[in-house]
Structure formats: C-alpha cells, structure tokens
C-alpha cells in the first residue's frame, strides 16, 4: 500500500468541551462559520474526484 497518499486538514478552536452545553453555541458559531469556506474551498477538487471514479466504471 506505499502509493496510497493521506492528507489531514485540521482547524480547531480550544478550551471547549463537547460534553459541556454552555460551549455549544460557541462550537455552532464555529461550524456555521467554518464549514462554508471548507465546502467552498473542496468543491471543486471533489467534484473532479467524482468525474475519476464514473470514469472507472
């Protein structure tokens, strides 16, 4: 499995705890904030993955 390629992106804000409801709004605000600019970011790249794969088919 050598040509197998991984990659991670990571974004975090800290000193939250998810099993403590007063930092659940501060994590929405972050998803709400965050997950446009990665989805607007990606959405090409996956979209061209998805044109290899039927490729494949």
């Not at 939250?16 to 659940?24: A, H, V």
């Not at 501060?26 to 290899?52: D, N, R, S, W």
Request: proline letters at 4%; zero cysteines.
């Amino acid at each position: 499995m050598d040509d197998i390629k991984q990659s991670k992106i990571k974004y975090e804000i800290g000193n939250l705890n998810l099993y403590n409801k007063d930092d659940w709004a501060t994590m929405i605000q972050f998803f709400v904030e965050v997950l446009p600019k990665f989805e607007e970011a990606f959405k090409p790249h996956i979209e061209g993955i998805k044109q290899k794969i039927k490729g494949l088919r």
